[in-house]
């Protein structure tokens, strides 16, 4: 099963994709993970990208297409999670093509609802772990142990460069902007699930594992 997650920052897309790994071996494809990977590495192509993503902005669909074609080509262990692509409608053009050239089929589009305050709270809060990404909120998903992590003990907590509140209002109107009318996009596609984003995790979770299931 292929299923894309659809949100705004701070939706929970990061969160949800990495429970999907853990309970259905799915593969997690996170394009904001692979840049920040490649600007921790210093190459070429991370500098450039470095300076749109603190401000906020998307980077061109050029780069990301070609980041995600590299990892179609990996391992499809359970189906892909695209978390965070596609983010516009020529990302969304190339997924398609790419797929079919592969054989693949797109099941399900989930669309993560959450309104701007929520979101707000969420990014301003959020850390994670650096050594094997597990997700953290300073309310409302603390370590249990401050400063470590409760998945692999490491001491390694970062927060992102772009989870400030200015950087946040400048990818939130680049969401409304040019990733929204994916909505409308996937909708006439029959493709379009909504779920109510702003429940608890788990909640959250066992609505995604209701539509996976009937995909
Ligand atoms: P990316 O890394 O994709 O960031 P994003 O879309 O802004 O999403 P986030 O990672 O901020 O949020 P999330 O939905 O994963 O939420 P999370 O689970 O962490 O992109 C970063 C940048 O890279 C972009 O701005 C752009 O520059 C570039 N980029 C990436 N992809 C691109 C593309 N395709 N094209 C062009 N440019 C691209 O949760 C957030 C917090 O809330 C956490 O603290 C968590 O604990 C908490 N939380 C989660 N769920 C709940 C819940 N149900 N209740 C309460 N708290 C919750
Ligand atoms: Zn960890």
Redesign the pocket.
């Known amino acids: 099963t292929n299923i894309i997650l659809l949100?705004?920052?701070?939706?929970?897309?990061?969160?949800?994709a990495k429970r999907l790994v853990d309970e259905r071996g799915m593969i997690q494809l996170?394009?904001?993970?692979m840049?920040?990977e490649a600007k921790a590495s210093g190459t070429e192509m991370g500098r450039k990208?470095a300076e749109?993503?603190d401000r906020?902005?998307?980077?061109?669909?050029e780069i990301?297409i070609g980041l995600i074609e590299e990892k179609l080509a990996g391992p499809h262990g359970g189906g892909f999670i695209f978390?965070?692509?596609?983010?516009?409608l020529g990302?969304a053009d190339a997924l398609e093509a790419l797929m079919a050239k592969m054989g693949e089929s797109l099941d399900a589009v989930i669309e993560?609802r959450v309104d701007d305050a929520a979101l707000v709270a969420?990014?301003t809060?959020?850390?994670t772990c650096g050594n094997c990404g597990a997700?953290?909120?300073d309310t409302?998903?603390p370590t249990k142990v401050e400063g470590v992590c409760d998945v692999c003990g490491s001491t390694d907590m970062r927060r992102r460069a772009?989870?400030t509140e200015d950087a946040l209002k400048q990818?939130l109107m680049?969401y409304y902007k040019k990733t929204s009318p994916l909505i409308g996009y996937y909708h006439a596609k029959g493709a379009l699930h909504v779920i109510d984003?702003?429940?608890?995790?788990d909640s959250?979770a066992a609505a995604i594992a209701k539509v996976l299931d009937k995909a």
């Open positions: 949100g705004p920052p701070g939706a929970g897309k990061g969160t949800q996170s394009t904001g993970d840049l920040r990208v749109v993503m906020g902005d998307l980077v061109t669909d990301v978390d965070g692509f596609p983010r516009t990302q993560m969420r990014i809060g959020r850390y997700v953290y909120h409302t998903r772009d989870d990818r680049e984003g702003l429940a608890e995790i959250v």
